[in-house]
């Protein structure tokens, strides 16, 4: 059941908290089907690091902005419009243009000094490592 785990889904800050990753998760995995966002993006994580892949085409890489704040990254960029040459009207236009903005939250904390982004031919990659601090640590438990 949905609630299972929390006593009360309004016991604490922490328990709205759960309950909030949820909800967040059901409606994106939702949307997910629809992929209505821009620009569209793979994110590939194993214990060490994590690959972000953004398809952008049509994009100036001086266009890219990229952040990164705690564990989410934030990727803003805008599209310009094809300018018409004189005595031509659009017959169809279904290419986006403007600003666009992505933020995804990563699954551990990243090492900010360690971020490596490439672009090339409409494809942005971000490899980013995960925090030393952040690492799982292996206990050896003695026999007394």
């Known amino acids: 059941m949905f609630f299972q785990e ?35 993006i793979n994110v590939w994580a194993s214990e060490k690091s994590i690959v972000v892949v953004a398809e952008v085409p049509g994009i100036d890489s001086e266009d890219i902005d990229l952040q990164v704040c705690n564990q989410t990254v934030t990727l803003k960029t805008k599209r310009h419009l094809a300018e018409q040459e004189d005595g031509q009207t659009f017959h169809r236009r279904e290419r986006g243009h403007g600003q666009f903005t992505r933020s995804i939250e990563l699954p551990y904390a990243i090492d900010t000094e360690t971020v490596n982004a490439s672009f090339s031919n409409g494809m942005l990659r971000i490899e980013f490592t995960r925090a ?13």
């Open 6 to 40: 929390l006593a009360s889904p309004f016991d604490s800050a922490t328990q709205m908290q759960i309950l909030q990753d949820r909800l967040s998760r059901l409606v994106n995995n939702i949307h997910e089907s629809r992929n209505t966002e821009f620009p569209p």
């Open 132 to 144: 030393a601090a952040d690492l799982p640590k292996k206990i050896t438990v003695q026999a007394s």
